[in-house]
């Protein structure tokens, strides 16, 4: 057997977190440091200790965005993170990227929940529109799992101008 770093990002639905839980088999390196970088979009990586056999949180304090009022914590932005977990020697190392999308998705249930109409009678304009806007989101997010950037990018930023677009019209929905 060999050593193999692996390890999942966990779905918080909290903007201000990102956990990132570790699935390696360390064998030997099991009792040395290891690390993760996380690069935030549009930021530097940052390099932070890594915990091997724990789940390792992520926020606005330790990924050096800085904090709010008294100390909390500030929402840490949308957009795709790349994340390296790295042994030591750093010759084992795993890269995934991640799409947080939390602050999006809030926007996005409160286009969902503006309820004026009756659930027997569903506006359809309406609900092609949310479901026009849940495939970008759901492309966005199947497209950064598979690697395409690009892609995801592109997706994610068009289903975020459309939702911000629908709540700022007072007649869209």
Known sequence: MKVAIDFQV???????RILVSDFSEWLHLDKEQSSIEVTVPNREPVMLP????????LNSVNLGLGCGNEGQ?????????????LGC????QKTKYYLQNDIAQSKLDKLFTMVDY???????????????????????????RQGNLTLA????ECALEQINSYLRCDNCF
């Not at 966990?10 to 201000?16: I, Y």
């Not at 890594?50 to 390792?56: D, E």
């Not at 009756?118 to 950064?144: F, G, I, P, Q, S």
């Open 10 to 16: 966990l779905e918080t639905h909290d903007p201000r």
């Open 50 to 57: 890594f915990k091997k056999f724990a789940i390792n949180g």
């Open 73 to 85: 914590l500030l929402d840490l932005p949308d957009g795709i993170y790349k994340i390296t977990v």
């Open 89 to 92: 020697p750093d010759k084992f």
């Open 118 to 144: 009756d659930c027997k009678n569903v506006d359809k304009e309406r609900r092609e529109k949310l479901l026009t806007l849940d495939y970008l989101m759901r492309t966005a997010e199947a497209a950064t």
């Open 153 to 156: 990018e592109d997706f994610f």
